[in-house]
């Protein structure tokens, strides 16, 4: 099956920085890449999503880059605010489902 | 649209009871619903894939027999937590996807469901 790898476990970035997070997997059938945040106590919800035909998909200040060959995609965030701070899952699999990585939890700094 | 609610969003229970924790998709039809289980601090964990009129599918190392899971229609799949213990206490997370998302692989998450069992 599949299996995600997710680092760092804790990323702290002053405000107005970018922050920068990596995910590795190891199922090449993968196809599908989405991105969650989570605020404590509540579900995730989706802030972008690649799949394994694209590159790369830029959203405002939410971007996401796939590099199918090494099979790892990175979220990358800037102009870091306040409300960014949560626990971003990655994700990877396909119409099976999905396999999530361990989280990192993003703190701004004000 | 593409909203999934879950029912209840908590409850606490006595162990060696049964819990049901339905999960309903209330602007579309889903065909697949999966069940996750999140401990404090832990990412999600799948735990069982849900297809509407057939038998459920088990990730490893989930007890089939504990953790019940019925789709009986496509807006509604239940999970049923029976004889729950201690360690049975999570966050348990349903999502739904729909064919009619085209080619989109999305699932769409439930509020989640707060198990204490005592």
């Known amino acids: 099956g599949e299996n995600v790898e997710q680092h760092p476990s804790t990323l702290s970035v002053q405000e107005g920085d970018s922050a920068v997070i990596k995910c590795t997997y190891s199922d090449s059938a993968s196809n599908y890449f989405p991105w969650y945040k989570q605020e404590l106590g509540k579900r995730p919800q989706l802030i972008i999503d690649?799949?394994?035909?694209?590159g790369e998909k830029k959203d405002q200040r939410i971007a996401v880059t796939l590099n199918k060959t090494a099979k790892h995609f990175s979220l990358h965030i800037t102009e870091t605010q306040p409300e960014d701070s949560a626990v971003y899952f990655c994700?990877?699999?396909?119409?099976?489902?999905?396999?999530f990585g361990k989280g990192t939890h993003l703190i701004i700094q004000p | 649209g593409a909203v999934v609610s879950q029912h209840p969003s908590w409850v606490i229970c006595k162990s060696g009871t049964s819990v049901k924790i339905e999960c309903r998709s209330l602007d579309f039809q889903a065909t697949t619903m999966f069940w996750y289980r999140q401990f404090p601090k832990q990412s999600l964990m799948l735990m069982a894939t849900?297809?509407?009129?057939?038998?459920?599918?088990?990730e490893q190392g989930v007890e089939k027999d504990k953790f019940l899971i019925n789709h009986a229609s496509l807006t509604l799949s239940t999970l049923t937590v029976t004889s729950a213990h201690p360690e049975d206490s999570s966050f348990y997370i349903c999502?739904?996807?729909?064919?009619?998302?085209?080619?989109?692989?999305?699932?769409?998450f439930g509020p989640g469901t707060r198990l204490t069992v005592l």
């Open positions: 994700a990877g699999g396909g119409a099976d489902g999905l396999t």
């Open positions: 849900s297809n509407e009129g057939s038998k459920a599918t088990y």
């Open positions: 690649i799949r394994s035909n694209v």
């Open positions: 999502s739904a996807r729909s064919p009619g998302q085209g080619a989109s692989n999305e699932q769409f």
